[in-house]
């Protein structure tokens, strides 16, 4: 299974696109971090590392995750 890493230097976002359900609650959630539209579609400097794991936690398919 692919997976793609975006980091901040304090954390890091694991992004597997097979689980991926494209539910939208991380582009509701945070969307000026989350743009499918744009590439990379991550932008995780434009949120706090907390406000990132509070928003990980509520996807639905798993498909996004901390490391």
Known sequence: ??????TNGEITILWKPELCIHSGVC???LPQVYNPKERPWIK???ATSVEL???VSKCPSKALSIK
Do not use: A, C, F, P
């Open 53 to 55: 794991v509070k928003q």
């Open 27 to 29: 582009v509701k959630t």
């Open 44 to 46: 995780i400097e434009n």
């Open 1 to 6: 299974m692919s997976q793609k890493e975006y």
